[in-house]
């Protein structure tokens, strides 16, 4: 289950946020992290509230959009070869670059970020001719691309969403 947590401005400084979270949902993602498939029954008992008092929480933070449930997937066992890193330097505005990146169907994670690179992008590819061709005619085409650095996974060791809710 990978989640996405949702925040709201608090106080003068925007860019200080607060999670919207009381400690009975802190519980009820920590445990839907750990299974997905959860019964309402079972969360009922673990957390200490009524099966329908659970059920409307869970819904709460998913129509809020604190958090979904998805399916997480092996890309090697579904016939894609090679998953690969890029780190973008780009020229100007850093955002129109993004929101390209981001309507790509092959790349599942971009990051504005500051060091090295602008930006980081995931992309899951049948094989190395489809990663050529993404790279060639999709990104570097980006207007404000400048350049790129390909970093091809060579087994994931690790890969985990139940960081918990802190």
Known sequence: MELVANC?????????????????????IEQLQRDGRMSYAALAKVVGLSEAAV?????????????????????????FARQVMIGL??????RPVAKALAAVPE???????AGG?????EL???DDEHLLNLLND?????????ATETFVY????KQTYAWGTR
Request: with cysteine; glycine share 6%.
């Open 8 to 28: 709201r401005v608090m106080g003068k400084n925007p860019h200080v946020t607060e999670p919207v979270l009381d400690d009975v949902n802190k519980r009820i």
């Open 55 to 79: 059920r409307q929480r869970v819904q709460r933070l998913l129509d809020t959009g604190v958090m979904q449930i998805v399916a997480v997937t092996d890309p090697l066992t579904l016939g």
């Open 138 to 146: 999709t990104i570097r085409s980006i207007p404000g691309v400048t």
């Open 124 to 126: 899951v590819c049948t």
């Open 154 to 157: 060579l087994k994931l060791a």
């Open 117 to 121: 690179y602008d930006l980081l992008v």
């Open 107 to 113: 790349i599942d994670y971009v990051v504005i970020c």
């Open 89 to 94: 330097k780009v020229e100007g505005d850093l």
